[in-house]
Nanobody
Framework: QLVESGGGLVQAGGSLRLSCAAS????????IGWFRQAPGKEREFVAV????????DSADSVKGRFTMSRDNAKNTVYLHMNGLKPEDTAVYYC???????????????WGQGTQVTVSS
């Protein structure tokens, strides 16, 4: 089970850190990805990291602003969001699977999501 947290309301240019936590002891073996879904839009890929953090990828729209990190000892992955823009407003979800390819294909398990709202 994945649980996202850390969302909230922030002004444009601000920062937030989202967390994706799991109770599964095998969490450290999983690639984790972040996706977002804005009202009336399809869910879209944001960023992904492999099990040990050596392989990452992100969408062009967030490159240079969003980064991921993970603490496998805490079974938690983070999405660090800086320079937030109103267009970043969405519900953010994490996804876990054994490979980054599966994650990017939305083939893994989902959390319930956390709302991020960026005001202009």
């Amino acid at each position: 089970q994945l649980v996202e947290s850390g969302g909230g309301l922030v002004q444009a240019g601000g920062s937030l850190r989202l967390s994706c936590a799991a109770s599964d002891r095998t969490f450290s073996s999983y690639a984790i990805g972040w996706f977002r879904q804005a009202p009336g839009k399809e869910r879209e890929f944001v960023a992904v990291m492999n099990w040990n953090g050596t392989n990452t990828d992100s969408a062009d729209s967030v490159k240079g602003r969003f980064t991921m990190s993970r603490d496998n000892a805490k079974n938690t992955v983070y999405l660090h969001m800086n320079g937030l823009k109103p267009e970043d407003t969405a519900v953010y979800y994490c996804n876990a699977a054994y490979s980054t390819i599966t994650v990017k294909a939305m083939g893994g398990s989902w959390g319930q999501g956390t709302q991020v709202t960026v005001s202009s």
